[in-house]
């Protein structure tokens, strides 16, 4: 099989782990050519981005686009996710987006669906029949039960619990240590706080914290002041 020069979006610390896991599906079987990183800014990199191996910005993509094969989307917040994959795929619209998927990580992929652009971390656990839409993001040590559902762009922070049947909305981020229970429903662009649990459905736009988990009072009226 050739190999493909893929090109990570992004430079902080997701972009490092799926560099990390390039290397390790490379270790298991040679498929990606890891050229480096590319950043909207580069003048904006901070203090936690990498900067070695860091190609140029968006505009080295358009100059660079015969010598790239497929793109990788190196960064953890669900909005700019979506963003950026809207942003890009305009630009580029032969470019790839390949599923990846760390090789630790165990799955029933005779009956997953996994959207172009989408992640799975170390060490994930996904049951049967798992659907992962386009561009989402499972990070390390998540569970997946059987027929969950992860909508576009939605990111699911390390060692969260995904109970069978979850329908996870599009935008959302679901964070660390976080669990939400059998055949619940989270809305779209929500926020399900760190380490909360979620025991009812949750409606779309909204923050929730706690245990069990509730709406945030704070958050509500941010919104209710725009």
Same mark, same amino acid.
């Given at each position: ?31 990606? #050519? ?6 909207? #800014? ?9 900067? *070695? ?49 760390? %090789?630790?990580?165990?799955? #029933?992929? *005779? ?22 839409? %386009? ?22 922070? %390390? ?45 779309? *736009? ?21």
């Amino acid at each position: 099989m050739k190999r493909k020069r893929i090109v990570i979006i992004g430079a902080g610390g997701m972009a490092r782990e799926v560099a990390s896991a390039l290397h390790w599906i490379n270790r298991a079987e040679p498929r990606f #050519d890891f050229l480096g990183y590319v950043v909207s #800014d580069v003048s904006r990199l901070g203090g936690h981005d990498t900067r *070695d191996r860091v190609l140029g910005g968006f505009s080295w993509l358009e100059q660079n686009r015969s010598s790239v094969d497929a793109l990788a989307l190196g960064v953890g917040s669900p909005a700019t996710r979506l963003e950026l994959a809207a942003g890009i795929t305009a630009l580029l619209k032969e470019i790839e987006w390949p599923a990846l998927i760390h %090789p630790t990580a165990v799955i #029933d992929l *005779d009956s997953a669906q996994l959207g172009e652009g989408c992640f799975i971390g170390a060490g994930t656990v996904a049951t049967v029949n798992i659907a992962l839409e %386009p561009f989402a993001l499972v990070n390390f040590g998540v569970t997946l039960g059987h027929e969950v559902r992860i909508g576009r762009g939605s990111v699911v922070n %390390p060692g969260a619990n995904i109970s069978g049947g979850v329908v996870i909305g599009e935008g959302v981020l679901v964070g660390t240590g976080a669990q939400i229970l059998q055949y619940l429903q989270v809305g779209s662009h929500t926020i399900v706080g760190a380490g909360a649990v979620v025991t009812k459905n949750v409606e779309s *736009d909204a923050t929730v914290v706690g245990v069990p988990a509730r709406p945030c009072r704070a958050a509500k009226t941010a919104a209710a002041g725009k």
